[in-house]
């Protein structure tokens, strides 16, 4: 539906009313649950429509976050891919450095609205736990954020980044002590008294209405980079493209462009280790559809519906299931499903650092890397917007670590480019 949060873009008017893109999304949930969604979707749909919740939502992301986030030119990277031109959407930019807080702020406002007391979520490697922390020290509301007892112990510093701001992380120890069970417990506790909190999603996941919803509040990503892209660059993108985890940064860049039928849409998945490895979180290549916290969509799953361990260097991609619109844009085939593995990312953070002074986080990474192998595909004159969803800072220390420069070795990506590419990391070729 158009509304004044998702800037009237064309959404195709999906989800329909039971929150459905084709046969994928809906609300799979026990009935106490029910009637809460039920709230939280009339609650939405009346902010959406409201112009002094639009204009508080509008001042926070002009004058907090820092938006609009700039379009740039990467020269630089476009010579050493050799091909397209590559523009980057910077959402590494944003205050808290990622695109998580476009819809933290959103669902954050819509829970002070609602009259709650509290919002609580799930973290993986705490980069939703901070960006929610941050909207709720801002907007006065407690936050209680569940993490795995294992990601508390190797994120230490998101975990202190949490407590700074005042949130209350709560080490979750059953099961395998990770994201998984940290859902499992948010779940639990937002079952116990969905009345003073509300669960607030990472990403266009979970049940209807959030995939709707969490996409809205992203949406001005591409709205502000098509009107960029133009001023800018003189033209639309040929291609855009993005790295799909649960698919938010991947659905606010696409969503402006949905209707523009010469703009190619490229979603990238991690293939991790490699597909045929097996460790990798490739929903959309390697998944069949199933239903995971509390909705329909492609999972990575055994034969009996329990989701499959994933992984990806990239902790913020490592997710079993993808959100329900990009199912239905791959069924569609609307938006082209690419994936790349981790040490693609890792030649790309490498690249984009060396060449251009940007520290890309490793997800960002998968796209950058897809995208200077489709610069070199789509050829010269052409034009491919990236969509930059993060910083890198948190990633430094672990590449540094596991993939140190010296011992560094271009596979496929950069080869054409690697002389150039060596010259400016300034290594030998030998
Ligand atoms: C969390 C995260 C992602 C993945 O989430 P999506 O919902 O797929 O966008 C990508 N990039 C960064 C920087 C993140 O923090």
């Known amino acids: 539906m158009k509304n004044l949060v998702n800037n009237g873009i064309n959404t195709e008017n999906l989800p329909n009313a039971a ?66 031109e590559i523009y980057l959407k910077r959402e590494d930019l944003n205050h808290t450095g990622a695109h998580k807080i476009n819809h933290c702020l959103g669902e954050v406002l819509l829970a002070k609205h609602m009259g709650k007391k509290k919002v609580i979520a799930e973290t993986g490697a705490g980069q ?15 936050c209680d954020i569940y993490m795995g007892e294992i990601d508390v112990r190797k994120e230490a ?56 919803m969490v996409r809205d509040f992203q949406a001005i ?15 639309l993108p040929d291609a855009v493209v993005a790295c799909v985890g649960g698919g938010s940064n991947a659905m606010g860049i696409f969503s402006a462009f949905l209707d523009d039928k010469d703009v190619e849409l490229y979603g990238v998945e991690p293939a991790g280790k490699g597909l045929e490895t097996g460790k ?49 844009l791959h069924s569609i085939g609307r938006v082209h499903y690419e994936t790349a593995t981790d040490r693609e990312a890792v030649e790309a953070f490498y690249a984009l650092s060396r060449m251009e002074g940007i520290i890309p986080a490793l997800e ?46 271009p596979e496929e990506n950069l080869k054409d480019g690697y002389d150039e590419f060596l010259k400016h990391i300034g290594g030998e070729k030998n």
């Open 221 to 235: 990503i591409g709205m502000e980079a098509r009107e960029q892209m133009q001023s800018y660059a003189g033209s």
């Open 364 to 409: 960002s990474s998968h796209a950058v890397a897809y995208a200077v192998k489709l610069a070199k595909k789509l050829g010269k004159g052409k034009k491919i917007l990236v969509n930059l969803s993060g910083r890198g800072d948190k990633d430094i220390d672990f590449v540094m670590e596991h993939y140190p420069l010296e011992e560094y070795e």
């Open 128 to 142: 939703h736990g901070v960006a929610l922390a941050t909207a709720a020290a801002l907007l006065g509301l407690e």
């Open 19 to 84: 929150g459905y893109f084709g046969e994928f999304g809906g609300a799979y949930l026990p009935e106490e649950l029910e009637k809460v969604m039920k709230e939280v979707e009339a609650a939405y749909e009346e902010i959406s429509k409201d112009p002094s919740f639009i204009a508080e939502l509008k001042e926070l992301n002009e004058h907090y976050t820092g938006r609009p986030s700039p379009v740039y030119h990467a020269k630089r990277l476009s010579i050493a891919a050799g091909g397209a």
């Open 280 to 328: 990798h979180a490739a929903t959309i290549a390697k998944g069949t559809v199933g239903i995971l916290h509390g909705f329909k969509s492609l999972v990575l799953q055994d034969k009996d519906g329990e989701p499959l361990p994933v992984y990806s260097i990239a902790s913020g991609l490592d997710y079993p299931g993808v959100g329900p619109q990009h199912s239905y």
């Open 157 to 212: 510093p998101n975990v202190s980044r949490m407590k700074v701001l005042g949130a209350k992380v709560i080490s979750v120890t059953q099961g395998t002590k990770s994201l998984k069970d940290a859902v499992d417990a948010a779940f639990e506790a937002y079952l116990k008294d969905p009345v003073t909190q509300i669960y607030c999603i990472g990403s266009v996941v979970g049940p209807h209405p959030f995939p709707m």
